[in-house]
């Protein structure tokens, strides 16, 4: 299953996630959100999460985060993070490793940001909530422990002066003022820089982030792309970035994952698989993608719609929609198997797809 | 079909010789901020956000003009103003010749049969308490078909946009978003229009059924010798679509070219930014080379005087003419215009 690069042997992974699966639990039936995913992630790598709306790559971060909420759980699987599996993690631990080693940003600043509290405040918050001070439970005794024992503790003016700092290194003009601002009263692509402050207040190493620039306008994404090469180059931070958009894909990512109904259907280095796409989905991802200034280049769309959820078609999820199916992949799933060095694809008919592969 | 001046079609340029569809004269379109009582009760002047600032614009029949620009440029209120579902404050729309910003409301109405509109979002702009015929038959109940003709003509519609006739009794709420555009489109159609503005139509869809999507609008065209207003913030697509392309910046046009020749060459600064922004499949590992601007767009309440992308222009000719000088949409010949004081020689 372990994809044969030269990384595997030089270096650990510093997210195993295997066989993962998160399941809701509706009045409806079960929707399999994610449904047996499995992918590492190395250091100083940024490896993309693909798939359209529904195919469980949110989920999958939010997994990660330990923050599925009712009425979803993590039914199995483990995530290895570090070494340390965060699935048995309990609550107060997770809440120790959020926002030091892990950060997440999410698509919409406007609303994970507090709207009633000043940016400064919300940075400063964090970064004297996680940095040196681990002993963050609440509660009488803990406040009688940090009161007996101060060191690690970050003062209030240290942790404005680090805030500012981070603002201005995510590019936010006079800083000082910034601070003093509401979420409101900046732009969408301010917020998203002050969310990638908070996320980057602890230094992760491992950062999520959940469609960042969906919301923002080109030129402004483009400024967020930048930003989030700069401190990929800078800081050596691992990114797992989810998105719908090939173009981000291809800017940023040096690995990429696609996803299909809560599995990953294709895995390979960002130029296999954009050269030689082989799951029929992905090709038809890149085939329905209009070319920029070019109308010669017909677009294709995949025939008929993502199925839901909680009655997904037996056998290969896509096979309802495939124009290579048979009849036995309406009845047998396919296994994600190893095809070339680091791609893997999850198809029954993989051999048929070599022909189709001129996706982009 | 009245033919439209001759004068309307000289002026686009672009589409040679062709009878313009639509046509208007320097719209602008104002709306007031709403004061505090504080400001009202020591009469302070009322301020305005200017969304569209003294715009020109043709299309010609059977083609697909793309209006494009990023959040706030006012591309929304352009189409919509043209439809006259805001009252433009200052300007004239022609509509195959014929003004259209004074029409009593019942003549209006009677043109709203030409004119129709696909809106954005497919969750919002159908009523989830309807059904598909209800929603489909309204535009034909209010231009006054037979009620026992309404369920037919619904069929035929639902076939063309490629929904199962069977679906006809579903309510919104049991349907894809891709789906539930198609209603919005078949909605749109139901009426016979000749004018259709597609108000984003695609961006609220995941790329697959973009794609089935924009292709059901290109066979729509075919067959009904449509004409469209596209409007989107997606260069990609409306790359795809579109015959010319607009591109706003703050209430104004930029830049109008012919789709190929804009992606050749874009000529006003802001186009070359917005075309280096996208990041694309093909262009993957050629980051480097992208222009990046700086800031985002100042507000169109009180615009500054001048080049509106003064602020944010990385030209190394700009100069003080352009921070005071508001530059001209000046003709190029072949269907090019552009606002800009560095491209037209006006510095």
Known sequence: MLPDTERTINAEPILDVRNLRTHFFTDRGVVKAVDGVSFQLYPGETVGVVGESGCGKSMTAASIMRLVSHPGRIVGGEI????????????????????????????????????????????????????????????????????????GRISRKEAWDRAVDLLRQVGIPAPDERMRAYPHEMSGGMRQRVMIAIALACNPVLLLADEPTTALDVTIQAQILELMQDIKEKRGTSILLITHDFGVVSEFCDRVIVMYAGKIVEQAPLDELLDNPRHPYTQGLLASIPRLGDKSHKVRPIKGIVPELHDLPPGCSFSTRCPLADEYCGRVEPELEEIAPGHLVACHKVDATAAGAKGA | MAEAQAAVSARGGGGGGAPAALERGGLKADFPLLAHFGERLFGKKVRHVHAVD??????????????????????????????????????????????????PPAEMRRLRKDMQIIFQDPFASLNPRQTVEQIVGLPLRIQGVPKHEIRGRVLELLEIVGLPPGH??????????????????????????????????????????????????????????????????????????????????????????????????????????????????????????????????PTPIDPPGGCRFYERCFLKEKNETCRLVDPELVDLGNGRKVACHAVAGTL
């Not at chain 1, 009488?140 to 007996?148: A, C, H, M, P, S």
């Not at chain 2, 995941?206 to 292709?215: G, H, L, M, T, Y």
């Open chain 1, 80 to 151: 290895l993070f570090m070494g340390e599996d965060l699935v048995r993690k309990s609550e107060r631990e997770m809440r120790r490793l959020r926002g030091n080693q892990l950060a997440m940003i999410f698509q919409d600043p406007l609303t994970t940001l507090n709207p009633v509290l000043k940016v400064g405040r919300q940075i400063t918050e964090s970064i004297r909530v996680h940095a040196g001070d681990d002993r963050e439970d609440g509660g009488f005794f803990g406040w009688l422990r940090r009161l007996l024992d101060p060191s």
């Open chain 2, 168 to 297: 006809i009794d579903r309510f919104p709420h049991q349907f894809s978003g891709g789906q539930r555009q198609r209603i919005g489109i078949a909605r749109a159609l139901a009426v016979r229009p000749k004018f259709v503005v597609a108000d984003e139509p695609v961006s609220a869809l995941d790329v697959s059924i973009q794609a089935q999507i924009i292709n059901l609008l290109e066979r729509l065209q075919e067959e009904f010798g449509l004409t469209y207003l596209f409007i989107t913030h997606d260069l990609s697509v409306v790359s795809y679509v579109s015959d010319r392309i607009a591109v706003m910046y703050l209430g104004r046009i930029v830049e109008w070219a012919k789709t190929e020749d804009l992606f050749a060459e874009p000529l006003h600064p802001y186009t070359q930014a917005l075309l280096s922004a996208i990041p694309t499949v093909e262009r993957r590992g050629r980051r480097r080379e992208r222009i990046i601007l700086q800031g985002s767009p």
């Open chain 2, 54 to 103: 003294g715009v020109d614009l043709t299309v010609y029949r059977g083609e697909t003009v793309g209006l494009v620009g990023e959040s706030g440029c006012g591309k929304s209120t352009l189409a919509r103003s043209v439809l006259r579902l805001y009252q433009p404050t200052a300007g004239s729309v022609k509509f195959e010749g014929r003004e259209i910003l004074n029409l």
